[in-house]
């Protein structure tokens, strides 16, 4: 997913609603700023805290990092765990979003 396209959704409320936003960074980075509206999950907590996840297996995912391979590896555990609709979207690195503390 381009950063336009996730940028375009945490500014429209009705497409906000529909989707989760994960970010897969590590809690520090997450810390020092992240995008609006989405959650911390490191990658390497993701199948540990799965079942939270469960709420939202029919809802649109979307996964973001720094450069998009924590985000992909991310992507690929939930694809493991049965979650179809699943975004990866490019990283804070490569796009430039408006972060929040």
Do not use: W
Not at 19 to 45: C, M, W, Y
Not at 93 to 99: T, W
């Amino acid at each position: 997913m381009k950063g336009r396209e996730l940028d375009s959704i945490i500014r429209d409320e009705s497409k906000l609603k529909d989707v989760l936003i994960i970010d897969v960074r590590p809690e520090e980075q997450f810390a020092n700023g992240h995008i609006e509206h989405s959650i911390n999950i490191p990658t390497s907590k993701i199948l540990d805290r799965i079942e939270e996840l469960e709420e939202y297996r029919e809802k649109h995912i979307i996964l973001y990092c720094n450069t998009g391979r924590n985000s992909a590896k991310a992507y690929n555990i939930l694809k493991e765990e049965g979650f179809n609709n699943i975004s990866d979207a490019e990283g804070v690195k490569q796009y430039s979003y408006n972060l929040i503390k």
